[in-house]
């Protein structure tokens, strides 16, 4: 996947851990168009799908530089023209710290074969709703470390199988809900 900043990595990375979204395309086209007496021209950072069929356009630009009228000029024209086609427009800035470190975290989970499928399904299998994940390891791994078992767990935190709050730091206080 292309991206050209940090910044855009993340924006990147919340997206293909977001259930919501069915497809990624980096730089999906390039517009031209007559704003005022000039042309202008726009290449978008993300189009993202959605479950529900929406397409959402997606420019990525730090907090710091969204307060340029030349960047609030260059960003709104192309929004204007995206919701005239009915599609959703989003300017992203960042996210919250905490919530960008919990994910890159279990990002490390997110290719099937990372963690056994016998080992995820045990800990699907053991998991209670509502507890907490330092409970779960300890009743899986039955005296061996945690840490051998906690994969299982972070790669169903990855697929959305569980959930629990990540803007706060992943521990063994996480409470682990089930979402399938």
Known sequence: ????SRLELA???LADFDPEVRGIF?????????????TRHHVPDFLLVMRSGTVRVV?????????DPKIVEALA???ELFRQHGWDYEIW??????????????????????????????????????GELALAERQLAQGRPAEEVRPAFMALLWSGRLT???SRPLSGESVLRRCA
């Open 11 to 13: 924006r990147l990375l």
């Open 77 to 79: 024209w192309p929004g």
């Open 59 to 67: 420019n990525v630009k730090p907090a710091s530089r969204l307060n």
């Open 93 to 130: 800035s960042g996210a919250d710290r905490v919530l960008l470190e919990n994910v890159r975290f279990l990002a490390a989970y997110r290719r099937p074969g990372v963690v056994s499928e016998t080992d995820t399904e045990q800990a699907w299998q053991q998991v209670v709703d509502g």
């Open 26 to 38: 980096a730089q999906p086209c390039r517009l031209a168009a007559r704003v005022g007496d000039r």
């Open 164 to 166: 629990t709050d990540l």
């Open 1 to 4: 996947m292309l991206y050209e």
